[in-house]
């Protein structure tokens, strides 16, 4: 069948970036929320999994432009930054169709920064710089929720001189790592060289045209977004919850789960056979790790790309990074 007839999952999208670059609050941003302002001393510890309907995404996306491709929305992944926690980055970045690099643009590339690039280059997944901060350029002037290029315009000649400047030097440093990149604005092999767009997570400038770009990137990871049947789903973390008892949270990253699957989990005590008792989800734009009563939708049936959360028996000891297996009927358990 043609390409674009095809039913496509919705990509997921990993933000990677050295700790306190922005890469939660840039989410929080998008989300309209404040999961920062919920983390003990600004780090976030675990991965998290937020949904974006498409609807959400083009309404924060002023520009005008066509997007050829009709994605169902897009998932989120927010990772620490923390140097202790590259076991997440390179979870997060693993089960990624495409990512943002997040660059704080006042200290330019540090050294998680250069390990999320590895990350990428190993795994071949195709990247966004966002050269983050840019309102703290001194003497920016606050142009809020404005695509970058009318924001630049704003600033005083003085401002848009540092800005160059440290442009130039992420460029470079981008260079010595292996990378071409360009201003996403200045960029005329966007297949070749990697986009930057630079944003403020506080004044919003650059978010339209962020959004814009990771929409985009799904055009040329097509292949990678079709539909298929096979489940494929990674355990993020075991929760207790008051209400459902033990959970793990997990990202859906192909295929769909339905309640009452029969599912195989590995535990550090081998492997556990049982039955998705409730299969949940946050609402569209809640972050997944975020917990909390009357927090989660109920589902019969989930299709990829989600963050879900799976109530059942059995799960005290899952593992997080493993995968989960769907037992179909017919199937051999063993
Ligand atoms: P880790 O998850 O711990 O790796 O950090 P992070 O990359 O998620 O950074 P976080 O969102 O926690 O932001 C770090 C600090 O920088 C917080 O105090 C934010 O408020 C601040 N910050 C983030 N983005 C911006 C921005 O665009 N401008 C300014 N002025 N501050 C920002
Ligand atoms: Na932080
Ligand atoms: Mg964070």
């Given at each position: 069948s043609n390409v674009s007839d095809r039913e496509l999952r919705a990509p997921i999208c990993c933000f990677l970036g050295h700790v306190d670059a922005g890469k939660t609050k840039l989410l929080d941003c998008i989300r309209r929320s404040n999961v920062l302002g919920g983390e003990a001393g600004g780090i976030t510890q675990q991965i998290g999994a937020t949904y974006l309907p498409a609807e959400n995404i083009r309404e924060r996306t002023s520009l005008k432009a066509e997007v050829t491709v009709k994605v169902p929305g897009l998932l989120v992944i927010d990772t620490p930054g923390h140097q202790s926690f590259s076991n997440m980055r390179f979870r997060g970045s693993s089960l990624s169709d495409i990512a943002v690099v997040v660059v704080d643009i006042t200290r330019g590339l540090e050294r998680q920064t250069i390990e999320s690039l590895d990350l990428l280059k190993h795994s071949s997944v195709r990247f966004i710089v966002a050269l983050n901060k840019v309102d703290r350029l001194y003497g920016w002037k606050n142009c809020p929720n404005a695509p970058i290029a009318k924001a630049l315009k704003?600033?005083?000649?003085?401002?848009?001189?540092?800005?160059?400047?440290?442009v130039t030097e992420v460029v470079t440093q981008l260079m010595e790592n292996g990378f071409n990149a360009a201003l996403y604005y200045e960029n005329k092999k966007i297949k070749q060289v990697?986009?930057?767009?630079?944003?403020?997570?506080?004044?919003g400038e650059g978010i339209p045209d962020l959004l814009l770009l990771v929409r985009w990137v799904p055009e040329i990871t097509m292949e990678r977004l079709t539909y298929v049947s096979t489940m494929e789903c990674t355990v993020l973390e075991v929760n207790e919850d008051k209400d459902f008892g033990t959970t793990i949270d997990a990202v859906l990253i192909n295929g769909a789960l339905q309640k009452g699957d029969r599912i195989i989990v590995c535990t550090n005590q081998g492997p556990v056979t049982t039955n998705i008792k409730y299969l949940l989800t946050p609402y569209p734009m809640k972050e997944l790790k975020v917990k909390g009563q009357g927090m989660y939708k109920h589902h019969e049936e989930l299709k990829a790309a989600q963050g879900v959360k799976i109530a059942a028996r059995g799960l005290q000891h899952a593992m997080a990074g493993t995968a989960i297996i769907?037992?179909?009927?017919?199937?051999?358990?063993?």
């Open positions: 704003s600033q005083s000649d003085d401002v848009q001189m540092e800005f160059r400047w440290r990697v986009n930057i767009v630079p944003t403020s997570a506080v004044s769907v037992v179909k009927p017919g199937d051999d358990l063993e």
